[in-house]
C-alpha cells in the first residue's frame, strides 16, 4: 500500500473517531464511508454536512443510510437502505425527495404504515384472524379451507382490490356449485374483512372503506338453505343398535373396531357432537355418579351432562389404554377421530347417506318420541337457550345432572326396540324355516 495513501487513511480514521465522539457531521463520500470501521456494540451516526438530515447509521453489522427530519413538531427518521444496496448518489437523492415531503406535511412514517397496510393480504388476514382468535379447530379448518379453495386468486393479493362487483361475480360462480357452500365462503370473507377493517388503520383510518361483502346483503342474495334432517328413522333404531352390539361383542373383531362401535353407541345414546365424544378423556367420566363432562364445548359453556346405565356399563367394560375413552393406536392424536366405516355401513342398511352429526338428530327424533319437553332434550344436546330469558335466567345449564330420568328414557327406548328388532328376526326366521 503507497505511503501517502496510508497516511490519508490513518488521518480520516482520526477524523472520524473525533467527529463521531463530538456528533459533527462531514461531507460523506465513498471513501470516508468505506473507511469507517464496525463498531463492536453500540451504533453511531455520521451526519452529512452537504445534505441537512442525510446520513449514515453505522451498525456492528452494517452502514445504512437514512434520513431525519420534522413533521407536524416530530422528528421522523426514516431508513433508505444499505451501503452497497444503495450508491451514495442514490441515498443521497431519495433522502432529498423524503425531505421535501416532509416539508409539505408528509410523514414518511405514516405513509410507510399506510402502503404496508394497503398491501396487506388475505392470506395475511386470515394467518392474523387465526392467531388473535382463540377458535374451535372445525371452524379453523373451514376458514382455511374456504380461503385456499373458494380464494385462491385473491388470497396473495390485497384485500384493497376487493371489490363488491368482485364479490357479486364470484358468489354466484360458487352458488352455481353449492348455494350452502357460497353462503358460508362468504361469511368467512366478510368475517375477515371486518377484522381487516378493525385492525389494519393507519393513521387511525380503515384501509376498507366498507365490506365489499355487503353487496350480498344489499342484493337480498343469501340463499335460503334448509336445514339438513337427515337422521335414523325411528323405526330402524333398533336394528342399528342390534347391528352396534353385534360389533362391539364381536370376537373377532379388531380393538379399534370394537371402539368405533362404542363411541357410536355413546353418540347415539347421548346425542354428543362427533369431536366432543371422540376426544373424550377418562378424567371426565363420572361412571359411578353417572355423568361425564364438557369443558370446551362448541358453545362455549362447560357442562356436565347424565349418562344412562346402559352407556355407563359400555365405558366401564371399555379397555383404559390411554387418556382417552376412545382410543387409538394409529392415530397421533390419540383417539379415533371419525367411524366413517360404521358411518358409511348404517347408511348401508337404512338405505339413507348418513353423517356421525346425524346421530344428534337422531337422538332428538327419540328424545321427541319419548316424550321430552324440547328445553330439556336441548340441554342434554347442551345447546345454548337463546331466546327464552326465563329459560335463560332460571334453568341450570352448567350441571344438567338433574336430566338424568329423561337420558335414562332415552336408553330404554333404544334398548326396546332393539329387542322388537331381535324378536321381529326371530319370527321372520321362524316363519322362512317352516315355510
Same mark, same amino acid.
Given at each position: 500500500?503507497?505511503?501517502?495513501?496510508?497516511?490519508?487513511?490513518?488521518?480520516?480514521?482520526?477524523?472520524?473517531?473525533? &467527529?463521531?465522539?463530538?456528533?459533527?457531521?462531514?461531507?460523506?463520500?465513498?471513501?470516508?464511508?468505506?473507511?469507517?470501521?464496525?463498531?463492536?456494540?453500540?451504533?453511531?451516526?455520521? $451526519?452529512?454536512?452537504?445534505?441537512?438530515?442525510?446520513?449514515?447509521?453505522?451498525?456492528?453489522?452494517?452502514?445504512?443510510?437514512?434520513?431525519?427530519? &420534522?413533521?407536524?413538531?416530530?422528528?421522523? &427518521?426514516?431508513?433508505?437502505?444499505?451501503?452497497?444496496?444503495?450508491?451514495?448518489?442514490?441515498?443521497?437523492?431519495?433522502?432529498?425527495?423524503?425531505?421535501?415531503?416532509?416539508?409539505?406535511?408528509?410523514?414518511?412514517?405514516?405513509?410507510?404504515?399506510?402502503?404496508?397496510?394497503?398491501?396487506?393480504?388475505?392470506?395475511?388476514?386470515?394467518?392474523?384472524?387465526?392467531?388473535?382468535?382463540?377458535?374451535?379447530? &372445525?371452524?379453523?379448518?373451514?376458514?382455511?379451507?374456504?380461503?385456499?379453495?373458494?380464494?385462491?386468486? $385473491?388470497?396473495?393479493?390485497?384485500?384493497?382490490?376487493?371489490?363488491?362487483?368482485?364479490?357479486?361475480?364470484?358468489?354466484?360462480?360458487?352458488?352455481?356449485?353449492?348455494?350452502?357452500?357460497?353462503?358460508?365462503?362468504?361469511?368467512?370473507?366478510?368475517?375477515?374483512?371486518?377484522?381487516?377493517?378493525?385492525?389494519?388503520?393507519?393513521?387511525?383510518?380503515?384501509?376498507?372503506?366498507?365490506?365489499?361483502?355487503?353487496?350480498?346483503?344489499?342484493?337480498?342474495?343469501?340463499?335460503?338453505?334448509?336445514?339438513?334432517?337427515?337422521?335414523?328413522?325411528?323405526?330402524?333404531?333398533?336394528?342399528?343398535?342390534?347391528?352396534?352390539?353385534?360389533?362391539?361383542?364381536?370376537?373377532?373383531?379388531?380393538?379399534?373396531?370394537?371402539?368405533?362401535?362404542?363411541?357410536?353407541?355413546?353418540?347415539?345414546?347421548?346425542?354428543?357432537?362427533?369431536?366432543?365424544?371422540?376426544?373424550?378423556?377418562?378424567?371426565?367420566?363420572?361412571?359411578?355418579?353417572?355423568? $361425564?363432562?364438557?369443558?370446551?364445548?362448541?358453545?362455549?359453556?362447560?357442562?356436565?351432562?347424565?349418562?344412562?346405565?346402559?352407556?355407563?356399563?359400555?365405558?366401564?367394560?371399555?379397555?383404559?389404554?390411554?387418556?382417552?375413552?376412545?382410543?387409538?393406536?394409529?392415530?397421533?392424536?390419540?383417539?379415533?377421530?371419525?367411524?366413517?366405516?360404521?358411518?358409511?355401513?348404517?347408511?348401508?342398511?337404512?338405505?339413507?347417506?348418513?353423517?356421525?352429526?346425524?346421530?344428534?338428530?337422531?337422538?332428538?327424533?327419540?328424545?321427541?318420541?319419548?316424550?321430552?319437553?324440547?328445553?330439556?332434550?336441548?340441554?342434554?344436546?347442551?345447546?345454548?337457550?337463546?331466546?327464552?330469558?326465563?329459560?335463560?335466567?332460571?334453568?341450570?345449564?352448567?350441571?344438567?345432572?338433574?336430566?338424568?330420568?329423561?337420558?335414562?328414557?332415552?336408553?330404554?327406548?333404544?334398548?326396546?326396540?332393539?329387542?322388537?328388532?331381535?324378536?321381529?328376526?326371530?319370527?321372520?326366521?321362524?316363519?322362512?324355516?317352516?315355510?
Amino acid at each position: 500500500m503507497p505511503y501517502g495513501f496510508l497516511c490519508f487513511l490513518l488521518t480520516m480514521c482520526l477524523l472520524l473517531k473525533t &467527529r463521531k465522539a463530538r456528533g459533527d457531521g462531514m461531507k460523506l463520500t465513498k471513501k470516508v464511508i468505506d473507511c469507517l470501521l464496525l463498531p463492536e456494540e453500540k451504533p453511531f451516526f455520521i $451526519w452529512d454536512d452537504e445534505l441537512k438530515g442525510f446520513g449514515l447509521r453505522v451498525n456492528p453489522s452494517s452502514k445504512v443510510y437514512i434520513v431525519q427530519g &420534522r413533521v407536524g413538531g416530530k422528528v421522523r &427518521r426514516v431508513t433508505i437502505g444499505k451501503h452497497g444496496t444503495f450508491t451514495l448518489q442514490q441515498a443521497r437523492e431519495r433522502a432529498a425527495d423524503i425531505l421535501r415531503e416532509m416539508v409539505h406535511g408528509k410523514d414518511p412514517v405514516t405513509e410507510k404504515k399506510r402502503k404496508e397496510a394497503l398491501s396487506v393480504t388475505l392470506e395475511e388476514v386470515k394467518n392474523a384472524y387465526i392467531k388473535d382468535r382463540s377458535l374451535k379447530a &372445525r371452524t379453523e379448518t373451514d376458514i382455511r379451507r374456504h380461503v385456499r379453495d373458494n380464494f385462491s386468486e $385473491w388470497k396473495d393479493k390485497p384485500i384493497s382490490g376487493i371489490t363488491r362487483q368482485k364479490c357479486l361475480s364470484r358468489f354466484r360462480e360458487i352458488s352455481d356449485r353449492s348455494p350452502a357452500q357460497a353462503n358460508q365462503a362468504f361469511r368467512v370473507l366478510r368475517g375477515l374483512l371486518n377484522y381487516a377493517m378493525a385492525t389494519y388503520r393507519p393513521e387511525d383510518r380503515p384501509i376498507l372503506t366498507e365490506n365489499p361483502v355487503s353487496i350480498i346483503s344489499d342484493a337480498k342474495l343469501w340463499h335460503n338453505v334448509q336445514a339438513k334432517n337427515r337422521r335414523i328413522p325411528n323405526n330402524q333404531v333398533g336394528m342399528i343398535f342390534n347391528f352396534l352390539q353385534k360389533e362391539r361383542e364381536n370376537p373377532f373383531n379388531t380393538d379399534e373396531g370394537r371402539t368405533v362401535a362404542d363411541a357410536v353407541l355413546f353418540m347415539l345414546l347421548t346425542g354428543a357432537r362427533r369431536t366432543e365424544a371422540l376426544s373424550l378423556k377418562w378424567e371426565h367420566v363420572d361412571i359411578q355418579g353417572q355423568s $361425564w363432562r364438557i369443558l370446551d364445548p362448541k358453545n362455549r359453556h362447560p357442562v356436565t351432562l347424565p349418562l344412562s346405565t346402559f352407556i355407563c356399563t359400555l365405558l366401564s367394560e371399555r379397555p383404559r389404554v390411554n387418556d382417552y375413552v376412545f382410543f387409538s393406536k394409529k392415530a397421533t392424536t390419540g383417539h379415533i377421530s371419525e367411524p366413517k366405516h360404521t358411518v358409511k355401513k348404517i347408511s348401508e342398511m337404512i338405505g339413507t347417506t348418513i353423517s356421525s352429526h346425524d346421530l344428534r338428530r337422531t337422538f332428538r327424533a327419540i328424545a321427541g318420541e319419548c316424550g321430552i319437553e324440547l328445553w330439556r332434550t336441548k340441554l342434554l344436546l347442551n345447546h345454548r337457550m337463546s331466546g327464552d330469558v326465563t329459560l335463560e335466567s332460571y334453568t341450570e345449564t352448567s350441571d344438567c345432572r338433574y336430566l338424568l330420568p329423561e337420558i335414562q328414557k332415552i336408553s330404554d327406548w333404544v334398548e326396546r326396540q332393539g329387542v322388537q328388532d331381535a324378536a321381529g328376526n326371530v319370527i321372520t326366521l321362524n316363519h322362512a324355516r317352516s315355510a
